[in-house]
Every structure is written in C-alpha cells, then in structure tokens.
C-alpha cells in the first residue's frame, strides 16, 4: 500500500462473525501457481506462530473478491486490520516479509517489508532492456547505452549471488 493513501476496505473479506475487528492476513493463491505453493508453508508457519487469522481466496473460484481487493497477480498478501487494509505483498516473499506482514496485520510494530533482492535484480535488468529496446527504436545511442549499463546492474546482482 502506497504511503500516505487511505486504507482500502475489505469489508467483503472480513464479514464473518468474530473477524470484523482485529488481524487477518487475505492468501490470495491459485493451484497452478507455484509461486503460491512456495509461499503456502512460509505463511502457514508464520500464521501458527502469531495467532493470525488466514482467509484464502482464488481469483478462479472468487473473482468478484479478488477484484474488490484489486489483486492483479498470484501470490497476494493482504494484511487486514479492522476492516482496513494496512499492508500488501506481491509474488514470491522471503519468510522475514511475510513475518513483517503478519507483525504488521497484528499491530505489533510499524513493520519494513523489503523488496526481495530477486525481485530487484530481474526488475533492474527488465527495466535495462527496455531502454534499450526505447534506444533502438528511437535511433538514440545514449538512451541504449543508459539501457545497457541498467541491465549490467542487473545482472551485476545475479553473479553475486
């Protein structure tokens, strides 16, 4: 969730009994990811250990929720407080961004959730060659060249992995 912008209601998500008020964590997961299957341990474990509710939802079989909660992608997180959502994790998370979610939801603490370095490196090496590609098709070599040091960047992280 960007900072500054209001919460987003989730009250479609949150209208059983007994979980208006207090933490609850949305997977929003489907079968054939596996991404999702990666990440099902992960949230289960941290779930046990922090007494945070989890609801699952799949965009195949609940579309109508998935939209109302504005999940574009497979694996989502969402973290419910109140009724409101107060913060957001997109694809494939380590297990300490999944604890900061759930730390988060609960109120425990002003959680920092950090990008996944993978995430970086391949974002970093998709933006270097789509400059690239913007340098070709504009004639630019400086554009290309900015492009291309992006993409070294990149890629500069997967060899120190």
């Known amino acids: ?3 500054g912008s209001a919460p987003r209601r989730t009250n479609a998500v949150v209208n059983a009994p007994g979980q208006r008020q207090g933490a609850l964590v949305v997977k929003v997961t489907a079968p054939w990811c596996t991404s999702c299957r990666a990440l099902g341990p992960i949230v289960d474990e941290v779930a046990a250990r922090t007494g945070v509710q989890v ?6 079989t609940d ?3 998935v939209e109302r909660l504005g999940v574009r992608s497979v694996p989502t997180l969402v973290a419910v407080r109140d009724g409101n959502e107060v913060a957001r994790l997109v694809g494939l998370q380590s297990a300490a961004n999944v ?3 759930f730390d988060v939801a609960a109120g425990d603490r002003v959680g920092v959730i950090r990008r996944s370095p993978v995430a970086l490196v391949f974002a970093r090496i998709a933006a270097g060659l789509a400059i ?3 340098g070709a098709a504009f ?3 400086v554009l290309g060249l900015i ?6 960047w990149g890629l500069i992280g997967v060899f120190r992995r």
């Open 139 to 141: 004639g630019s070599v």
């Open 63 to 65: 579309p109508e929720q």
């Open 99 to 101: 604890n900061a979610l």
């Open 132 to 134: 690239v590609a913007g």
């Open 147 to 152: 492009g291309v040091a992006v993409a070294g």
């Open 55 to 60: 609801v699952a939802v799949q965009p195949d």
């Open 1 to 3: 969730m960007a900072a």
